[in-house]
């Protein structure tokens, strides 16, 4: 009996190879709640050890958001659709909040066709050139997005924003 007993456990352990069976993390559980085939509901992602992946989309709706390792949503970080997402990798455990620019970004998005729509680097900032996307203008801004002035340009005109910052500043 005690044989037969050693037999089934080589067996097993053989049968399951190097990988252990773990149970379920809270993201893999919620994750499997959804029934199957709902539409427009929201699917959370897991990573491949089964943790929330800093960024959730909703497949419905278009929207993103950071979370926490828990799940839960980060205030102020929703972008919506067609909008660049905000960098939810995390540095020393917290998450960049979004900037002026990026808030302004966003807000532009719900404004009517032909709206202008600050332009914001990787970093957030305001670019030192901004362009109006339906008229062609470009204009140079300081770095709280504030036109400076006798700096707009007409459609096709080359522009420096660096140059015309500096002048403006020593001039002023």
């Known amino acids: 009996m005690a044989i037969l007993t050693i037999i089934l456990l080589v067996s097993t352990a053989f049968a399951l190879g190097d990988t252990m069976i773990r149970p379920k993390t809270p993201c893999e559980d919620a994750r499997d709640a959804v029934p199957y085939g709902l539409v427009g509901a929201y699917i959370p992602t897991c990573d491949a050890a089964g943790r929330y992946t800093p960024e959730q989309c909703s497949g419905s709706t278009g929207y993103c958001w950071c979370v926490t390792s828990s799940g839960q949503k980060i205030p102020g970080t929703e972008t919506p659709p067609g909008t660049a997402p905000v960098i939810c990798s995390t540095q020393n455990g917290t998450i960049r909040p979004k900037t002026p620019c990026e808030d302004a970004r966003d807000a532009a998005t719900h404004d009517p066709i032909g709206a202008y729509i600050p332009t914001c680097d990787a970093a957030g900032r305001y670019t030192p050139e ?14 709280s997005g504030q036109k400076i002035q006798g700096t707009e340009t007409p459609p096709g005109t080359a522009i420096n924003c660096s140059t015309k910052v500096c002048i403006y500043i020593f001039i002023h």
Not at 130 to 143: A, F, L, R
Request: aromatic share 14%; with cysteine; net charge neutral.
């Open 130 to 143: 901004q362009c109006s996307g339906s008229t062609g203008y470009c204009w140079c801004v300081n770095s």
